[in-house]
């Protein structure tokens, strides 16, 4: 059985004292783990003091992207390996606007899904999808191939344990959220391309996501889709009432 998993991305957002009272408002509020995971990604600057004030608060925390490489000379780059150290269980890879903004293709996003299970760090994979994508002949063929060269050389017992994020652009901070078919769609999509390349004991236990304007409102019925697993929220996630009715969504 897989365990529904809520996550906020903050993206660059908040300031390092408005995240440590994000924790303090959420601290005992969150739901028991075995029913929803919850997960906040942030800023490697705000890292230190968020696993500070979690404690052993039952939420994750997870970092928005890491480097392919352990250590050496990159500059302004952030280490898998010192995310581990500090405490960081997650990372999230691949996100669209890193795609768009910072160059990233699937070949470094597949090194960095690498790094990510040699530093022990759990990746949650976002597999992107345009417009024009959406509207083109070969959408399927595109997704598909996002989620095959980001698993590239992944071993079964690995892939497994991935989290991916099926985030479509057009949908993301826009408030045009996909309808709760398309969500499903594409989260079918991305299970059944897992399934292809390991079979459906390793599909079966991949939790998909979806992400792209979710809200309170249109939480329940994405939710219930038989694929998605979860949710990736942005702006959803930035203010502790809004994320705590996401993580609770399933406990009602
Ligand atoms: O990682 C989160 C997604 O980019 C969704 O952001 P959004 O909920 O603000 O549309």
Not at 18 to 40: H, M, N, R, S, W
Not at 123 to 152: G, H, Y
Not at 178 to 192: M, P, T, W
Not at 218 to 232: F, K, S, Y
Request: with cysteine; charged share 25%; net charge negative.
């Amino acid at each position: 059985m897989r365990i529904p998993f809520v996550a906020g991305n903050w993206k660059m957002n908040l300031s390092v004292a408005e995240a440590v009272k994000f924790l303090q408002d959420i601290k005992g509020k969150l739901p028991d783990p075995k029913i929803t995971e919850t997960c906040i990604a942030a800023s490697p600057l705000f890292l230190e003091s968020m696993i500070k004030e979690n404690g052993d608060s039952p939420l994750i925390i997870s970092a928005e992207n890491c480097f392919y490489e352990d250590e050496g000379a990159y500059t302004g780059e952030t280490s898998p390996k010192a995310l581990s150290e500090m405490g960081v269980t997650h990372v999230i890879i691949g996100h669209s606007e890193r795609r768009k903004y910072f160059n990233e293709t699937d070949d470094i996003i597949n090194k960095k899904v690498h790094a990510a299970f040699r530093n022990h760090l759990t990746p949650i994979i976002c597999c992107d999808e345009t417009m024009s994508r959406r509207e083109s002949a070969d959408r399927i063929s595109w997704v598909v191939s996002q989620v095959t060269n980001a698993l590239k050389s992944v071993t079964p017992t690995q892939a497994e344990k991935v989290i991916v994020a099926y985030e479509p652009s057009w949908a993301i901070g826009s408030g045009k959220t996909a309808s709760s078919d398309e969500a499903e769609e594409g989260c079918y999509l991305i299970r059944q391309t897992i399934s292809d390349l390991y079979g459906d004991d390793v599909s079966d236990q991949v939790r998909v996501l979806y992400g792209g304007s979710v809200n309170d409102d249109n939480a329940d019925d994405i939710l219930a889709q038989t694929d998605i697993d979860g949710v990736l929220a942005g702006g959803a996630s930035l203010k502790p009432d809004s994320f705590l009715k996401l993580a609770n969504f399933l406990q009602k």
